[in-house]
């Protein structure tokens, strides 16, 4: 069965970049079958997809794209994600997903969540 986690800071301060890890165990990343994603939830609002990646290419959210970055290292079973110039409004929990690439059907397996607050 795949399982996703997401791992990182829980607190960054305003200005710092946001990196986090997601580690995905029982199916390798490195497919085109699917599309490998990072979703927030900020306080009060609903889910927001910031990007995803698969073995060609990256996609993100145009409200973002200048501040994020998702990549992954094969050997590891990880993708990330990094967040630059954060500032309080990218407060949320950050989920990592996977979605069955050309299928809108949205993300079949998802991370449990990683709350990360922007603080000074």
């Known amino acids: 069965q795949v399982q996703l986690q997401e791992s990182g800071p829980g607190l960054v301060k305003p200005s710092q970049t946001l990196s986090l890890t997601c580690t995905v165990s029982?199916?390798?990343?490195?497919?085109?079958?699917?599309?490998w994603n990072w979703i927030r939830q900020p306080p009060g609002k609903g889910m927001e997809w910031m990007g995803d990646i698969t073995y060609d290419r990256t996609y993100y959210m145009p409200a973002l794209k200048s501040r994020t970055s998702i990549s992954w290292d094969a050997s590891k079973n990880q993708f990330y994600l990094q967040l630059t110039s954060v500032t309080p409004d990218d407060t949320a929990v950050y989920y990592c997903a996977r979605k069955v690439a050309g299928v809108d059907n949205g993300m079949d397996y998802w991370g449990q969540g990683t709350q990360v607050t922007v603080s000074s």
């Open positions: 029982g199916g390798s990343i490195t497919t085109d079958s699917y599309t």
